[in-house]
């Protein structure tokens, strides 16, 4: 069990240095840790359960001993930078003013089809109008523009909208959630109005009514009523 | 820091565990082959009577610890090893010198293997 226990903390080691290794973009949206956790965990916890000549403890020691481990590292990562960094690594600047940062995006293994595939997501088509694009620790990409090319927002416009909040599902597919309904504050007598509006008799004719703070209803008939 | 400290106090504990189980299960298996080999000696000289006697004792010992050794062993090598006790004791009954010999070495064999695989060696981790 000794041999267990150590060849486990050996092999999460090298995983997790492994997928360091491999750069960012391969880590997806977990940390190393937290994704080396998600690939053993699951394939330990088969083994013992297929294969009942394998005693049960020779899946929980290594699993309690990857979770304690995990637990460990992500304390030590809250609590020092340096460990943070030497684990997860740290956000890379790949565009800078609009000029690419080769080096950094080869020693991340990320492809110019990536970057502009993640640009074109995030609706950015020119790259001279990005002012830095980082590749977080977590492969995501964070892009900000140079401020003239920022849509501006209606502070900028010197424009007062009104706060319109959470818009309110009252109606469900045909069912009416009363309570819903009672905590923005209307009633079913409400509710019968709002059909009406929209030529509607029955509650089940209707697939989706939300309200939001304002007022405002949006109403989306069921198709097969129509 | 509490969480640390869980974490670490796991880690602890089972590193502390597994090296007491080798110990054991090391100094457990050292007394049967002890009890097995003394078996043999006497078979040797002729006395079969003493050599069932602590060849039973061995198979005893092996049996009051059937819980512990199927919990951290592997069931295919705690199965052979009650096998093998069962086909010594069979030689043994029947006084066959030379089947008995083989039978008990591969048993010996058997039981030192299942501690050697727990020893905490450069060659058992890689």
């Known amino acids: 069990m000794v041999i267990a226990f150590i060849r486990t903390v050996i092999l999460y080691l090298f995983i997790i240095a492994g997928i360091r290794l491999m750069g ?3 880590v997806g949206e977990l940390e190393p840790s937290e994704l080396v956790l998600a690939l053993i965990i699951a394939d330990l916890a088969a083994v013992p359960m297929q294969d009942y000549g394998i005693p049960l403890l020779a899946g929980i020691i290594p699993i309690l001993t990857l979770l304690s481990m995990t637990m460990l590292i992500s304390v030590l990562s809250m609590k020092s930078v340096k460990f943070r960094a030497l684990l997860c690594g740290r956000p890379s600047i790949i565009v800078e ?3 690419l940062h080769q080096r950094e995006m080869a020693r991340n293994r990320f492809t110019v089809d990536e970057l502009m595939e993640e640009l074109r997501m995030k609706g950015v088509t020119d790259i001279s109008t990005v002012k830095y694009a980082i590749l977080e620790t977590n492969g995501q990409i964070s892009v900000l523009l140079y401020a003239d090319q920022k849509p501006p927002i209606a502070q900028e416009m010197a424009l007062s909208p009104e706060e319109p909040g959470l818009p309110i599902v009252l109606i469900n597919d045909g069912r009416v959630l009363d309570h819903n ?4 504050g209307y009633d079913r007598v409400w509710l019968d109005k709002q059909l009406k509006a929209h030529h509607v008799k029955r509650t089940e004719e209707v697939y989706l009514l939300t309200a939001d703070e304002l007022g405002r209803v949006y109403f989306a008939p069921k198709e097969e009523n129509k | 820091m509490k969480r640390m400290w869980i974490a670490s106090g796991i880690l602890l504990s089972i590193l502390a565990l597994t090296l007491w189980h080798s110990a054991h299960i090391t100094r457990f298996t050292q007394e049967l082959t002890a009890l097995l080999e003394e078996a043999e000696q006497y078979a040797e000289a002729g006395d079969w009577a003493q ?5 039973e004792k061995a198979h005893k010992q092996w049996e009051d610890n059937d819980v512990y050794l199927h919990v951290l062993f592997r069931h295919d090598n705690t199965d052979a090893i009650f096998a093998s006790f069962h086909e010594v004791e069979e030689f043994l009954e029947c006084e066959e010198g030379g089947e008995y010999s083989a039978a008990n070495a591969k048993l010996i064999v058997q039981i030192s293997l299942l501690a ?6 450069l060659q058992n981790i890689l």
């Open chain 2, 116 to 121: 050697e695989a727990e020893q905490l060696t």
């Open chain 1, 24 to 26: 960012k973009r391969q």
């Open chain 1, 181 to 184: 309904l009672k905590a923005r």
């Open chain 2, 51 to 55: 050599a069932r006697q602590y060849n």
């Open chain 1, 97 to 99: 003013n609009g000029r």
